[in-house]
């Protein structure tokens, strides 16, 4: 399996083995509460350095792992449900440690590649690119698109499930139904809807994103607009 084995050994030269199988299993199950705390921790310089080394040396495994649970995942493989306006594929590029998502509705194709930093994933951000659209899709559109598919990959447990829950969104976008342009999700915990509304470009946001933004950002700026963040409720 991908699983790292656990140490038998739990004397005190069996400590160092267990801490660094549950350092990997967090990285492995919780990356977005890892990177989540590195970025809102303050460690010394020898602290930090010893922790990039340990992410440098667990990243390899932390990406094969991801890239395993993409290729053994039936939910993306299988054909669409009867009813379905939509098909969403996935590629796996093992050598490089990269995702390919195709999806297609009517006349638009949208083809985007999910590449996770090698050394450095989960702390440093997957990167998100687009290599093919058709079908009348603008940059304004594809922007709120790419921030969705960002947004549930720092966020989610995994990255096969920020995948399908950008594809959820999409399939919702065209159903008319609006999403927040920060989870790319209809619904926040607890099944609330985007209530909190920029007063410039009019969208709507769950207002825990907005919290999470804010404070992860250090500004109260729209994420879309960029302009001072003006809340209607």
């Not at 290729?71 to 993306?76: D, G, H």
Request: aromatic fraction near 10%; proline fraction near 6%; glycine fraction near 6%.
């Amino acid at each position: 399996g991908n699983e790292p084995p656990l140490p038998t050994s739990m004397d005190k030269a069996g400590l160092a083995p267990l801490a660094s199988w549950l350092f990997l299993r967090a990285l492995m199950h919780m990356p977005g509460l890892i990177r989540s705390w590195w970025s809102a921790t303050t460690l010394d310089r020898a602290s930090r350095a010893a922790f990039e080394a340990h992410i440098k040396l667990a990243s390899p495994l932390v990406i094969r792992r991801e890239l395993e649970n993409a290729l053994s995942s039936p939910a993306l493989h299988s054909p669409p449900p009867a009813g379905s306006e939509s098909t969403f594929t996935l590629k796996v590029l093992r050598s490089s440690g990269q995702i390919v998502l195709h999806y297609e509705r009517d006349d638009l194709i949208l083809e985007v590649e999910v590449t996770l930093p090698e050394d450095s994933y989960p702390l440093e951000l997957a990167r998100v690119e687009c290599i093919r659209k058709e079908g009348g899709i603008n940059e304004q559109l594809w922007r709120r698109w790419q921030l969705g598919l960002a947004s549930l990959i720092t966020a989610s447990s995994s990255l096969l499930d920020a995948c399908e829950a950008w594809r959820q969104g999409l399939d919702k976008h065209f159903a008319g139904i609006e999403v927040c342009p920060i989870c790319y999700s209809v619904f926040a915990s607890r099944g609330r809807l985007p209530d909190m509304q920029c007063g410039r470009c009019k969208k709507f946001f769950h207002s825990a994103c907005m919290y999470k933004w804010f404070s992860t950002s250090h500004n109260t700026y729209c994420p879309l607009c960029k302009s001072d963040f003006a809340v209607r409720l």
